[in-house]
């Protein structure tokens, strides 16, 4: 195992994984503690940002401090490379997986443009991690064969969406498991895609609303009862929708799962609304 400290004039995509701090890996815990800059998004636990040593110049890029307007993604290349050249060891922090609609892509490519090191440090990504802990597997030998995942953040009328919901209605009946980031807003169009496209409305579908924090929350459904549900139990940003049959798994191993947001309760509460 490598034991590098972060370099400088190296920029490293690094993955925090879905929420808690405990699910970093090691490698982004040992850079996160040499880096000298760290670049963060809004969606990253505070304790891990609070772990980083004092001397560790934070900068958070999901929010401008003047105006609350989001820092565009161009600012963010040119802050990057401008750190890299001073040159700073920089870890550009990401929720999940820096490489799942996270735009770690784009990012490695700025910075090979502009001649700079980088290093993707995967994390955990809360399309898999989120269902995991609320106790649905995301692939099963009697469920589901095939993962797919997606974002919701498109509008599945509009004709320029680059998702075909019908072929992702397919693979949910053909016993596939579609995990869906970024699709609370939009939650109602993207089910009303799936039942337009076919898919059987008693499918199971579980939401899982930031998952790993103390106020894990998780509302299960079908297609036909979810955007319901999820309504009732005010389910919002950030959350998972999982549709597919391993979602039924939950029922057998909720007893004796347990969770890292359940086991930290403190002030928040874990909370469920169970099927009809
Ligand atoms: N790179 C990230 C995804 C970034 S897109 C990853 O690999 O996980 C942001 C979306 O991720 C959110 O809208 C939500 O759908 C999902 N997400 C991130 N953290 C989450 C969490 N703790 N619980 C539930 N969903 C989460």
Redesign the pocket.
């Known amino acids: 195992m490598s034991e590098t400290q972060a370099a400088p004039g190296t920029v490293y995509l690094v ?1 925090a994984g ?2 808690n701090p405990e699910l970093l890996t090691v490698r982004a815990r040992r850079l996160l503690d040499s880096a000298d800059v760290v670049m963060h998004d809004s ?1 990253v636990h505070d304790d891990l940002l609070g772990s980083v040593p004092e001397s560790t110049r934070l900068v958070d890029v999901g929010k401008r401090p003047e105006n609350g307007e989001r820092t565009t993604q161009e600012e963010i290349h040119d802050l990057l490379v401008e750190a890299a050249n001073e040159p700073a060891s920089v870890v550009r922090l ?5 490489t ?3 735009r770690g892509g784009e990012e490695a490519e700025a910075l090979a443009e502009a001649g700079v090191d980088c290093e993707i440090v995967p ?1 955990v ?3 898999i ?2 269902p995991g802990v609320a106790g649905i597997p995301v692939t099963h030998r009697e469920h589901a064969s095939a993962l797919t995942v997606v974002t919701g953040h498109e509008d599945p009328t509009k004709p320029e969406s680059a998702l075909d919901w019908e072929a992702l209605a397919e693979t949910v009946a053909a016993g596939g498991t579609l995990s ?5 807003g939009k939650l109602p169009e993207n089910m009303a895609a799936l039942r337009a496209a076919g898919l059987d409305p008693e499918t199971p579908v579980a939401m ?6 103390e106020d ?1 929350t998780v509302v299960t459904g079908t297609v036909g009862t979810i955007v319901d549900r999820a309504e009732r139990a005010d389910i919002s ?4 929708t999982l549709v597919g049959d391993v979602v039924e798994v939950r029922e057998a191993i909720d007893a004796c799962v347990q969770s890292l947001g359940r086991q930290l309760v403190t002030t928040g509460q874990y909370s469920q609304i169970e099927g009809d």
């Open positions: 993955g879905p929420g969606l990401k929720c999940g997986d820096p799942v609609f996270a994390g990504t809360s399309a991690a989120a869906i980031l970024m699709g609370v899982i609303e930031r998952a790993t924090y894990e940003p950030p959350a998972v």
